[in-house]
C-alpha cells in the first residue's frame, strides 16, 4: 500500500505548530512555535495576542517543517487541521492556513477535534486497541469517553464546571507561581506532604467531575492564612491539593473501567505529563489488570503530529471538509 503523508496543523491556544506524518504513526518532521514565554507576565494567555503571534509564526513554522521534512507540498497528501475546540482568534490563523494549502496544491482539507488529537497522540506509540477508556486531561477539558472502533467517540461523562489543568493553573497563581502552573505544582507537590484538609469534589454515581469547589477551597485557605499573617508551606499545599484532584479522576476512572467492561485506558491532554496522575493510573491498571496508554511527554501538550495522527484515521473514516470549514470555540466531539 502507498505511504500517506499527512500534514498537521495546530493553533488552538498558544502553540503554533506543523508537523507531517507517515501513515498515523510516524512522525517525519515537527515543528512548535510556543508562546508561553509571552503571556508568562500576564499569568495565562492572552487571545488577542495569541492570535497576532500565529500569524508572525504560521508561515515560518510551515515552512521550517517542510524543510525539516526535505519535502514539498506536492508530496503531501492531505491537510488536516485542528477546527477547535479553542481561542477562536487562534484557530482561524491555523485553519486559514490549511485552506490555503488545501485550495492551491489540491489536497483534501480533514477537520480534526483539538481532544481526538490528544487522544491519537496515544497511537504514535502503539496502536489503539479497542474498546477503550479515554482520559481526557487538559487545560480546557476533563472528559471520560468509550471508544469501541476508530473515530467513535462516546463522553460518558465530564466536569461540570472547571477543567483540571484550569484548576492546577488557578492554584498556582494563588500561590504565586507562573503560568502554567500545573508542571509547577506537580514538580512541588514531591516535596511536600498531605497536611492541609481540602473537600472531595464530587461524590456522586456518575462520571462527572467537579473541581472548582477545590478550586476555591485552596483560594480561601490561602487568603485565610494571608489574613491572619501565617505562612503557606507552598509544598504541602500544592501536595494536599494534588492529592485530592488527582483521586477525582482515578475514583471516576475506577468506576468506568469496571462498569464498562473496559480493557484499554488511555490518557490524553496537557495534564497526562502529570506524574502523580501517571504513577495513580499505573497502579489502577495493574489493579484491576487493563492495558494502560500514556503518550510520551513530547505529545502530551498542544502539537501538530497528534492532529495528523488523528487526521490520518478521520482521512479514512471518510472526515473531509470544503472550504467552508469554519473554526469552533466549543464542540462536542463526535
Ligand atoms: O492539552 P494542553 O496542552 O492544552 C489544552 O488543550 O488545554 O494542556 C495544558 C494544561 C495546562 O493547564 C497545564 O498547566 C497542564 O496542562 N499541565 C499539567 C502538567 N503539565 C501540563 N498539569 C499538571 N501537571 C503537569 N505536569
Ligand atoms: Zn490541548
Known sequence: MKDLYIMGIESSCDE???SIV???TTEVATVISSQIDIHKSYGGVVPEIASREHVKNITIVLE???????MTMEEIDAIAVTYGPGLIGSLLIGLEAAKTLSFLYNKPLIPVHHIAGHI???SLVKELAFPLLAVVVSGGHTELVVMRKHYDFRKIGGTLDDAIGECYDKVARVIGLEYPGGPKIDKLSSLGKKTYKLPIPLKDDSYNFSFSGLKSAVINLVH???QHNREINKEDLAASFQSVAIEEITTKVRKAITEQNIKNVLVAGGVAANNALRNA?????NELNVNLSIPPLKYCTDNATMIAAAGFYAYKAGRIAD????SKSQDELK
Open 16 to 18: 503554533t505548530s506543523v
Open 281 to 285: 493510573l499505573t497502579s489502577l491498571a
Open 224 to 226: 485565610n492564612e494571608q
Open 64 to 70: 521550517e517543517c517542510l524543510e525539516k521534512a526535505h
Open 22 to 24: 507517515k501513515n498515523g
Open 323 to 326: 472550504l467552508r470549514l469554519n
Open 120 to 122: 491519537y497522540a496515544n
